[in-house]
């Protein structure tokens, strides 16, 4: 299986701030990597597929980048809407696997 | 606006069978370009998915489970479903119906369930 890692797996900011979370593959996917949103007792909502395009509705303020082995997920200016946690997906190889989630708090 | 509802009982027994169903509305799963999935996620911890289906039947299950797990399509009905053999408390997690989308490129999971919490105890 791919192990998905992302760090860091929590951080504190604040309204306005750039966020930038990480995502490495434990071997080369191309860039088969999604990212989603969750929620507290919600389910998860797609963001980016592809490394870097945006699904449909979501906001400009996300950005997906990276090829390979490594991936960044930046928020440019978050919205109190923002705080959830964040995870990684990897699509280029069966099974799919998440990464273990990043909760971004206020 | 495709949108899915997963059903069934919220808690099993321990050694039973957990059976599932994903209805879908808005839209279906009958093209090339789309797949059900099932993903489950344990309280507190991290998603993982159990398998996809076809609407042709074609199924993919995950190593992990592949003994225990079983899903299966009625077109008809625009549902799909999960059957898990023998649970243990281990098996305890909400459980999502998704689906899959391909674009001939990339695949991810544009629409989920809410989700339905499924508790194994005794």
């Known amino acids: 299986d791919i192990q998905m890692t992302q760090s860091p797996s929590s951080l504190s900011a604040s309204v306005g701030d750039r966020v930038t979370i990480t995502c490495r593959a434990s071997?080369?996917?191309?860039?088969?990597l999604n990212w989603l949103q969750q929620k507290p007792g919600k389910a998860p909502k797609l963001l980016i597929y592809g490394a870097s395009t945006l699904q449909s509705g979501v906001p400009s303020r996300f950005s997906g980048s990276g090829s390979g082995t490594d991936f960044t997920l930046t928020i440019s200016s978050l919205q109190p809407e923002d705080f959830a946690t964040y995870y990684c997906q990897q699509s280029y190889n069966t099974p799919i696997t998440f990464g273990g989630g990043t909760k971004v708090e206020i | 606006q495709l949108q899915l509802q997963e059903s069934g009982p919220g808690l099993v027994k321990p050694s039973e069978t957990l059976s599932l169903t994903c209805s879908l509305s808005g839209g279906s799963i009958s093209t090339s370009n789309y797949y059900g999935a099932w993903i489950r996620q344990p309280p507190g911890k991290g998603l993982e998915s159990l398998g996809s289906?076809?609407?042709?039947?074609?199924?993919y299950y995950n190593p992990s489970l592949r003994s225990r797990v079983t899903i299966s399509v009625d077109t008809s009905k625009n549902q799909f479903s999960l059957k898990l053999s023998s649970v243990t408390a281990a098996d305890s997690a909400v459980y999502y119906c998704?689906?899959?989308?391909?674009?001939?490129?990339?695949?991810?999971?544009?629409?989920w369930g809410q989700g339905t919490l499924v508790t194994v105890s005794s």
């Open positions: 071997q080369g996917i191309r860039r088969h």
């Open positions: 289906i076809y609407y042709s039947g074609s199924t």
């Open positions: 998704a689906r899959g989308s391909y674009t001939g490129t990339y695949d991810f999971f544009d629409f």
